[in-house]
């Protein structure tokens, strides 16, 4: 007798800790997963003012090593791995032949011949999967440490002090997009000064076992200052704030880097060729001549609020297509970004709308981001 595979979502190693603090769970790309803990606004405004802490353990991590593990990632993915110095990380993607994303990532160069790339959840499989196959040829090793790692980061203006009072590292010196290996309240862990919230903070990559004592360690440490458990929801209200895109919504197999407005990830000048070179120069010569659509965004003049999907529209005509949207906590007012016609993209272009079932709301096209921290 034949057992269907289990559907059931997984569980990180601090699913019985979120369920105390009284979470509302739901199910992301395959993860039972905080959405909220109380108020989304009140965890929103805390990362902003304060800091929040986040369980963000369903992130994928593949680790690369060998000799040729920077030649194999230089061919896998569109960005220069070569230039990336070792302790530092940098942000790419991966592409197909035909220039579509497959995902974005963050590439960490732990050693002279070992990197780690983070992928999306819901792309972890795919990513491994299309780096394992594209290794071929090449004297390296790829290999699927998604259950060797939990990850929680903190994240907002408090986070620097709060993790300084549980560690000796360095984190004056750790600049932005670096991580080096260091014990945090007695867990050895890679610090890494990365997040997807517009804020500084810091992600925390230790083993499952040492998840819950982090996190209660990181909680003592920084409640004082008024540091709150943060779920999915209010992480999605920031980097939508912050201008960050997120895969599935303003990336997609049916884009280039080039459409999305993010072609400077695309290294044309490294050696060896890559996948999806040729489409990408194409790509990249269209953006410059006759760019379909672009990515912008969009502040309500009411207070309906756009969903992904929802038309844009400009004397009743559909000029584009809203990508994520949402209430924001940081402006007041709803915002969106979307897609638009490239003659409805510069800022403070007139007579643009969202078409939100049936009723064109009036909306202003700005510039990405909406929100940008104060150094």
């Not at 862990?189 to 997040?195: Q, S, V």
């Not at 980097?239 to 407005?261: K, N």
């Amino acid at each position: 007798m034949s057992t269907a595979p289990s559907t059931s979502p997984r569980h990180t190693a601090l699913d019985a800790l979120h369920r105390s603090l009284g979470a509302t769970m739901t199910d992301f790309a395959g993860w039972d997963m905080p959405l909220r803990y109380a108020s989304e606004r009140d965890e929103h405004n805390a990362v902003r003012t304060k800091a929040g802490l986040f369980d963000l353990s369903h992130m994928g991590e593949i680790t690369v090593t060998g000799a040729q593990a920077v030649d194999l990632l230089n061919h896998a993915l569109v960005g220069n791995i070569a230039t990336v110095g070792l302790g530092r990380a940098r942000y790419t993607m991966i592409c197909r032949e035909d220039g579509g994303i497959l995902d974005d990532l963050i590439v960490y160069r732990l050693g002279e011949t070992e990197f780690m790339v983070v992928a999306n959840a819901g792309n972890a499989q795919i990513v491994l999967d299309a780096i394992t196959e594209r290794a071929a040829g090449f004297d390296a090793v790829v290999r699927d440490d998604r259950d060797a790692y939990a990850l929680i980061a903190v994240q907002g203006p408090e986070s620097p002090g709060i993790l300084k009072s549980v560690t000796d590292a360095d984190l004056d010196g750790l600049k932005y997009y670096a991580g080096l290996p260091g014990t945090v309240a007695g867990v050895p862990a890679l610090i890494a000064r990365t997040g997807y919230t517009g804020e500084d903070g810091f992600e925390l990559f230790v083993a499952p076992e040492h998840a819950e004592q982090l996190w209660k360690a990181l909680t003592e440490a920084g409640a004082p200052v008024g540091l709150i458990p943060c779920g999915l929801s209010c992480r999605d209200t920031l980097r939508l704030e912050a201008g960050m895109p997120l895969y599935g919504h303003e990336l997609t197999t049916a884009l280039t880097p080039f459409d999305a407005g993010l072609g400077r990830v695309v290294k044309f000048e490294k050696e060896g060729d890559f996948v999806g070179r040729e489409a990408l120069r194409a790509a990249a010569e269209r953006a410059e001549t006759a760019p379909p659509r672009k990515l912008v965004g969009l502040v309500a003049e009411g207070r309906r609020v756009p969903r992904a999907g929802f038309p844009v529209v400009s004397d009743g005509k559909v000029v584009g297509e809203v990508t994520s949207g949402a209430p924001s906590p940081t402006l007041g007012k709803p915002i969106a970004m979307a897609y638009v016609d490239a003659a409805h993209a510069t800022p403070g272009t007139a007579g643009v709308g969202v078409d939100i079932r049936g009723t064109h709301e009036p909306y202003e096209v700005v510039a990405l981001p909406f929100y940008k921290r104060q150094k």
